[in-house]
Nanobody
Framework: QVQLAESGGGLVQAGGSLRLSCAASGRAFSFDIMGWYRQAPGKQRELVATISSDGTSNYADSVKGRFTISKDNAKNTVYLQMNSLKPEDTAVYYC????????WGQGTQVTVSS
């Protein structure tokens, strides 16, 4: 059984920064892909960024140049550094780990005020 625990969300003014973390506990194995998704009120969940086991990263166009995804394999933890935040980044952010099946965190709220 794998559990994902997110942290780092909160309220920030536009132009500010936040760093999200997501750590896996339970079964200890490496994951094929680790990533972040977000869901704003009334909208579908969307991909924010992913990072594969070889370190290749992928970003949504809306966050390119502002967000950076990274990971610590030893800690089975993925991070999302979010800079130059905009009000439209407001959403619940979910981490997702993939190895044979998808594992999801419980979500952390990010609110960006204008």
């Amino acid at each position: 059984q794998v559990q994902l625990a997110e942290s780092g969300g909160g309220l920030v003014q536009a132009g500010g920064s936040l760093r999200l973390s997501c750590a896996a506990s339970g079964r200890a194995f490496s994951f094929d892909i680790m990533g972040w998704y977000r869901q704003a009120p009334g909208k579908q969940r969307e991909l924010v960024a992913t990072i594969s086991s070889d370190g290749t990263s992928n970003y949504a166009d809306s966050v390119k140049g502002r967000f950076t995804i990274s990971k610590d394999n030893a800690k089975n933890t993925v991070y999302l550094q979010m800079n130059s935040l905009k009000p439209e980044d407001t959403a619940v952010y979910y981490c997702n780990f993939l190895r044979g099946k998808n594992y999801w965190g419980q979500g952390t709220q990010v609110t960006v005020s204008s």
